[in-house]
């Protein structure tokens, strides 16, 4: 069978052929019928077990199947027919265009949607805003219990924060409310509705109320830099992208939902930076001492090294947050002696009682020095919402409905 | 000479593992350095590898279809699927009350189930138009609408049934697409053998129904005993408080150990519906015969799954060329169709394809549908 043979593409049919070779043509006969092939106009269709078959191109449906001989002689004749563009391999220049529009692509939507993200966050409607806030909320149910008798608490938690952040001209103070959540693991919130949530576990893990003070700080300046819509552009610019260029499986569909997840909303580092410093002034201007702050991210490293083992944290570079060692440097730096405790010793054992806070330590709460007489009251609560406060069926904490989280931290 | 006469076993897929392999691990490189933008030029490229070792009678098989013409399909299922698709996902839950949003995204997917129907006709449609032998273009007629609104007929059956539709809807889509399906002008018959379509499958199909959950169940108690048994004997350490890692590996050897048996209990009914599918198949008077087993077919579909999962998806054209290579050195023509009368296909070939065939991922990069 090894002969060379030609299908004229209109018959599902081979005949043998005769071919001549010269350096830019190969003439062949098929009994009588005589044909000229231009070596230019060929392409290569060649099975896997080295036999030549030549097409013409355009295609016209004929195709030479050439013999062993027959194929070498032509690699002879016309080598140019032996490259790999002609098996319609693609050449270095397809790779890497390709690969430069996909980076380009990824370059605007993963550069250039966070530059976009504050105009665009800054701008978002408010409909828009309570309705990303009520899916957030109905995330937090998943994980968080609210306490029935964390209202005395919740209160004393937002003396100090409107304290603060009327130290600082926060705009926004009377519209940030603080509530205590009883969740297995210690944390705090920023939620799109300008809500913080604090959880027991925090509270149970803080020795000393400047600790807990410098977490509340640091999620107010979440809200006031916006960080939370911020995020929420981010990880949907990121799910478009996805969708858009990595097409099939919908990874970027997971991303969209993760960004209105609170798992996923996590701050870039630059927005974590930026609430620690900004977090720090408060506890300056308000005349809190950062120290308490930095024992806090001491603790957390002390407890985060212990659970990852002899691997430590993650680094730095795979991390969303600054290392936390650094975190706690930076907080340190900035400590001031001589300064009150942020809450009285009475206050602070009811903050520690909330949600049944105190009991995670299995011990009373330390008592801390009274406050100085000269410690600055908090005015009214302004920004306190009432029908929060009164919200019928889960007295002493934020009702659900109409509030919404987002970030994590 | 007419080269016209044709022995019985006359197919044959001469694809090396490692030869495939060697493309298989290129184009994962690049598509991994392309965010998966290169993966129409390794698809394109992985079907000329495997067309091109797939002969019928001593010629081989070729694929014609280009990287642009699939990157062209998916530029214009850009505007037609992904965009709806990012409002209803994106854009809907933010800015729609919340059950307007769910039942938009809930209606959005029923569309989806006769929509990726359609989507396989038409890659199949593309992939028959780019196929040619000796020169001779394969088609698919047919319209995808009338597909996809039957296939999804045959699914709403198979939930209703609880899955014992399944072998009628898989000899329905069967028929539907072979005889729809041509090679040049000739089309190719689903013949009426005057047995019921489903024949022989439902036997292995009952198999499969009855033993899967048990062996599903089974397979988790299987490796939490040996768990047990190893904790027990003191094989393992036994601490205060058991390590998740162990819960983990625990977990990992029961799926694994699920993957294999749900393979192998369902290979008697995957094998004898290719062998019946195969047998009603004909064309100009030539009858298939193919001779898959349960236990050949087992090994492959498990080596293909095994491949796939450890290279996380980017490997998994190795489980179509497996499959492929599998079918056609099993395959036996019966009869001579008579080729000199096989004239050129005259259905248009089109110029993009595989654009939402893309979008549903429906074949993994394998290739082949």
């Given at each position: 069978m090894d002969a060379t043979r030609y299908a004229d593409?209109?018959?599902?049919i081979t005949r043998n052929a005769t071919v001549e070779f010269a350096a830019d043509r190969l003439t062949f006969s098929v009994g009588e019928a005589h044909h000229a092939w231009t070596c230019a106009d060929l392409r290569r269709a060649d099975d896997g077990a080295g036999r030549v078959i030549l097409k013409r191109k355009p295609d016209t449906g004929e195709r030479l199947y050439l013999s062993e001989a027959d194929g070498d002689r032509l690699k002879l004749a016309a080598?140019?027919?032996?490259?790999p563009r002609a098996y319609g391999v693609e050449g270095r220049a397809t790779v890497l265009g390709v690969a430069g529009a996909a980076w380009s692509l990824a370059a605007v939507f993963l550069l250039g949607v966070p530059l976009a993200a504050a105009p665009i966050a800054e701008r978002m409607p408010t409909r828009i805003r309570t309705q990303i806030s009520d899916i957030s909320w109905s995330q937090v149910e998943l994980f968080a219990d609210y306490c029935d008798d964390s209202d005395e608490a919740a209160h004393i938690l937002n003396d100090v924060a409107y304290r603060m952040m009327a130290a600082s001209d926060v705009a926004m103070r009377d519209d940030i409310w603080i509530t205590i959540v009883d969740a297995p693991f210690p944390n705090a919130f920023a939620l799109p509705d300008n809500s913080i949530l604090v959880t027991d576990d925090l509270i149970a893990m803080s020795e000393h109320p400047d600790e807990l003070t410098g977490v509340i700080a640091h999620e107010i300046a979440h809200i006031e830099h916006n960080h939370v819509m911020k995020n929420i552009v981010r990880s949907v610019g990121a799910g478009v992208f996805f969708d858009v260029v990595v097409g099939g499986a919908g990874a970027g569909q997971m991303v969209a939902i993760a960004s209105v997840n609170l798992a996923g909303l996590r701050y870039s580092r630059g927005d974590e930076t930026d609430a620690d410093e900004r977090g720090l002034d408060y506890l300056d201007a308000a005349g809190v001492d950062a120290a308490g702050l930095a024992r806090l991210f001491e603790r957390f490293q002390v407890e985060a090294q212990a659970q990852a083992g002899d691997a430590g944290e993650i680094p730095t570079m795979l991390s969303s947050h600054p290392a936390t060692a650094e975190r706690a440097a930076a907080a340190r730096a900035r400590a001031r002696t001589g300064l009150s405790p942020s809450m009285t010793d009475a206050e602070w054992q009811v903050v520690r009682r909330?949600?049944?806070?105190?009991l995670l330590h299995q011990e009373e709460p330390a008592p801390v020095a009274p406050a100085a007489p000269d410690t600055p009251q908090a005015p009214p609560i302004q920004g306190a919402k009432p029908e929060q406060l009164e919200?019928?069926?889960?007295?002493?904490a934020a009702t659900p409905a109409g509030h919404g989280a987002a970030g994590e931290d | 000479m007419t080269v016209e006469a044709a022995p019985t076993n006359s197919f044959t897929h001469s694809g090396k593992f490692f030869n495939v392999l060697g493309l298989a691990l290129k184009n994962a490189a690049l598509t991994v350095l392309t965010l998966t933008l290169y993966r129409f030029w390794a698809r394109t490229a992985m079907r000329r590898r495997l067309w091109s070792r797939a002969s019928a009678m001593g010629d081989p098989l070729e694929y014609t279809g280009s990287a642009l013409e699939l990157f062209r399909g998916f530029l214009i299922a850009l505007p037609t699927f992904f965009l709806p698709a990012m409002f209803v996902f994106y854009v809907a839950p933010l800015v729609m009350d919340p059950v307007t949003a769910f039942w938009l995204a809930a209606g959005f997917y029923l569309v989806a189930v006769p929509l990726m129907a359609a989507a396989r006709y038409l890659m199949r449609r593309y992939q028959l138009a780019r196929t040619r032998w000796r020169g001779i273009r394969f088609g698919l007629a047919g319209g995808a609408a009338s597909f996809a609104w039957a296939s999804f007929g045959w699914t709403i059956l198979q939930t209703l049934s609880l899955g014992w539709y399944t072998p009628v809807a898989r000899m329905n889509r069967a028929k539907m697409i072979w005889e729809n399906t041509r090679f040049g002008d000739q089309p190719f018959e689903f013949i009426?053998?005057?047995?019921?379509?489903?024949?022989?499958?439902w036997g292995p199909f009952a198999l499969g129904w009855f033993a899967a959950p048990i062996a599903y169940f089974g397979a988790f108690i299987i490796m939490f005993m040996i768990a047990a048994m190893l904790f027990g004997t003191g094989a393992l350490p036994v601490s205060e408080q058991i390590p998740p890692e162990y819960g983990v590996v625990v977990v990992v050897a029961a799926i694994a150990l699920v993957l294999v048996l749900m393979v192998l209990l369902w290979a008697p009914y995957n094998a004898a519906a290719m062998n019946r599918i195969a047998s009603l198949i004909s064309i100009d008077g030539a009858r298939f015969k193919l001779r898959a087993k349960t236990f050949s077919l087992f090994f492959v579909s498990l080596a293909g799954w095994l491949i796939t999962i450890f290279s996380l998806g980017l490997l998994a054209p190795m489980a179509g060329f497996l499959q492929v290579r599998y079918v056609l050195n099993r395959l036996e023509i019966v009869g001579t169709p008579k080729f000199a009368e096989?004239?050129?296909?005259?259905m248009d070939e089109g110029r993009a394809g595989e654009g939402l065939g893309d979008a549903f991922d429906l074949d993994m990069g394998v290739g082949v549908v």
């Open positions: 593409g209109r018959a599902a080598p140019a027919l032996f490259g909330a949600c049944g806070s105190a919200g019928g069926a889960k007295p002493g | 009426d053998d005057g047995e019921p379509l489903a024949k022989g499958l096989i004239g050129q296909s005259i």
